[in-house]
């Protein structure tokens, strides 16, 4: 049997790990993004079998949301940009209620500047109200 040097390279850096079998879980986030997930067997240990996959799917299930959640607090996937650190804070603020006037408190802003900062978040997030946002942050839009 012939194998080509790219296999060769692959069986050794697997190998010389002490890797001998690997599992890979692959789950959607949105259209845009999937998570995938790796679980490595080492030298002593049986192999995976295809229950293993049932049952780390089944785990791992719960992690979609939270990737969701992960990439929306960072203005990934819906976002027009990036959030600023300044703009997680407020969009935490926002999305567990607070008013503005709270959340200008809680941040050491002026209420303007936090009004600003919200609209800005609405602007990103091609939304105009907190329903909207949060329909988005639920996964409803």
Known sequence: MHIDEETRTAIHHYLGRGITDRLFVGMPVNEDV?????????????DFAPQDLDVASYALRSLGWLNRQIHLSYGQLMADAPLTPTERGVLKHMLAGSAEKNIAE????????????????????????????????????
Do not use: I
């Open 34 to 46: 999937e998570s995938y997930f790796m679980f490595d067997r080492l030298r002593g240990q049986p």
């Open 106 to 141: 809680a941040m050491g802003q002026s209420p303007h500047t936090t009004h600003q900062y919200v609209k800005t978040l609405f602007r990103k997030f091609n939304v105009r109200s907190r329903a909207e946002l949060t329909a988005l942050w639920l996964g409803h839009s």
